[in-house]
Nanobody, 121 residues
């Protein structure tokens, strides 16, 4: 059974940077790790995904050029580096895992607990 733990969220100002971590346990080396976020009153949306094995990444248009996903296989951890943060990036950020980079949140049944990111203007 795969378990995911997110960390690194916090309160920052617009323009600041933040790095989130998603640490996985269990059999994930053949999978993608995806980041999603959910703002109050909104659906959970896809942010980015990375392959454990190849490092290939997929980004949502809304974060291209600002967010970068990376992995440290030795630490079983995926990072989400978020730069030039905007108030509209405020959300709870979650990671999830699947053999493919599925962008539909309803596909997943294993989630971490999430980490809150709040960006003030």
């Amino acid at each position: 059974q795969v378990q995911l733990v997110e960390s690194g969220g916090g309160l920052v100002q617009a323009g600041d940077s933040l790095r989130l971590s998603c640490t996985a346990s269990g059999r994930t080396f053949s999978n993608y790790i995806s980041w999603f976020r959910q703002a109050p009153g909104k659906e959970r949306e896809f942010v980015t995904a990375i392959s454990w094995s190849s490092g290939r990444t997929f980004d949502a248009d809304s974060v291209k050029g600002r967010f970068t996903v990376s992995r440290d296989n030795a630490k079983n951890t995926v990072y989400l580096q978020m730069n030039s943060l905007k108030p509209e990036d405020t959300a709870v950020y979650y990671c999830a895992t699947d053999p493919s980079p599925i962008t539909y949140s309803g596909h997943y049944n294993i989630w971490g607990q999430g980490t809150q990111v709040t960006v003030s203007s």
